[in-house]
Nanobody, 122 residues
Framework: VQLQASGGGLVQPGCSLRLSCAASGFALDYYAVAWFRQAPGKEREAVSCISSSEDTSYADFVKGRFTISRDNAKNRVYLQMNSLKPEDTAVYYC?????????????????WGQGTQVTVSS
């Protein structure tokens, strides 16, 4: 199983990025997928999750700005990030849950991508 996260980069505050998480060797259809992030010196934290039935949840600090979606035909999950702020700077990871339902707990995820760096700076 491999997860490849991509789409990160350096952007100015207020700009947008779209992260993509591509899975290989594993069909995402029946599993929840989440995005986490980890800033330097901080713990990894949940950003957003999408269940197998496409129910979504978001951390309060990204509500109204980020949108998670999935395309099972392409075996991909996306994170559209709008109105980015400097505090969004972190390495973003995608992860596959152990079930159809996601959570904010890292231990509920058993496959992780390598991460993609997002830097928001003027």
């Amino acid at each position: 199983v491999q997860l490849q996260a991509s789409g990160g980069g350096l952007v100015q505050p207020g700009c947008s990025l779209r992260l993509s998480c591509a899975a290989s060797g594993f069909a995402l259809d029946y599993y929840a997928v989440a995005w986490f992030r980890q800033a330097p010196g901080k713990e990894r934290e949940a950003v957003s999750c999408i269940s197998s039935s496409e129910d979504t949840s978001y951390a309060d600090f990204v509500k109204g700005r980020f949108t998670i979606s999935r395309d099972n035909a392409k075996n991909r999950v996306y994170l559209q990030m709008n109105s980015l702020k400097p505090e969004d700077t972190a390495v973003y990871y995608c992860a596959i849950a152990r079930s159809a339902y996601g959570s904010r707990r890292l231990n509920d995820y058993n496959y992780w991508g390598q991460g993609t760096q997002v830097t928001v700076s003027s």
